[in-house]
């Protein structure tokens, strides 16, 4: 069974099958320009492990730079600003790509390419008139118990995290519910949530960020 996150699925590739990690953090200005940056860290030796058995065709977790490079050259409004790779102590590989987004539309195009994860509202009769909406988490089937375990255990110490800086106050709101295990910042100029990866895949119900600002 797959794990699908919908969480920046900036290429349509982002279906769990090793341990991996993901932040992402979006600074908003005004005019609904702004500034993403995105990490994506993923054990060495899985990744080694995910490439033997014939799978060497198959797209590299996390994304290089040149995979940014075709997103920015698809997306209008959008520019890739600096890419960098490096090896974590030698375990994991972090890439790290900072982005700019001239408007809300190029950063939806480049956070959710399905068009299903990712949404953003305005509406002008309320104080806080901006609403993105990101789902992290699938609502799951029948849950594989024995694989769930072992994804839990090989992923432990990694995370997935977003956070959103506003001009504004903002508030944060995560659907159905915020999980105990979650580090949350519900209100404020930044608002954030991070969670294990092995507690985000356990979610069966699914789970989604709803921001305001």
């Known amino acids: 069974m797959n794990f699908k996150i919908c969480f920046f699925a900036v290429f349509s590739i982002l279906i769990f099958n090793s341990c991996l990690g993901m932040s992402a953090d979006i600074v908003m200005q005004a005019d609904g320009s702004g500034r993403i940056t995105l990490e994506y860290r993923v054990s060495q030796l899985l990744e080694s492990i995910g490439r033997l058995d014939g799978n060497e065709h198959l797209p590299v977790i996390p994304a290089g730079r040149r995979d940014f490079e075709r997103a920015v050259a698809r997306i209008p409004g959008l520019r890739l600003v600096s890419h960098s790779s490096k090896n974590s102590g030698g375990m994991d590989l972090v890439n790290t790509a900072v982005l700019e987004f001239q408007n809300p539309a190029a950063l939806l195009a480049f956070l959710d390419s399905t068009g ?80 294990d990866t092995g507690d985000l895949l356990s979610i069966e119900e699914g789970l989604a960020l709803e921001i305001t600002w």
């Not at 509406?123 to 072992?150: M, P």
């Not at 508030?171 to 930044?190: D, E, H, Y």
């Open 116 to 195: 299903t994860g990712a949404s953003y509202s305005r509406e002008t009769s309320r104080a806080q008139a901006n609403t993105l909406r990101l789902t992290l988490r699938d609502a799951a089937g029948v849950a594989d118990t024995d694989l769930l375990s072992l994804l839990r255990e090989i992923s432990e110490g990694y995370k997935i995290s977003v956070s959103l800086t506003s001009p504004n106050d903002a508030s944060l709101a995560v659907i159905p519910a915020s999980p105990a295990n979650a580090q949350t910042v519900f209100r404020g100029r930044k608002v954030s949530f991070s969670i």
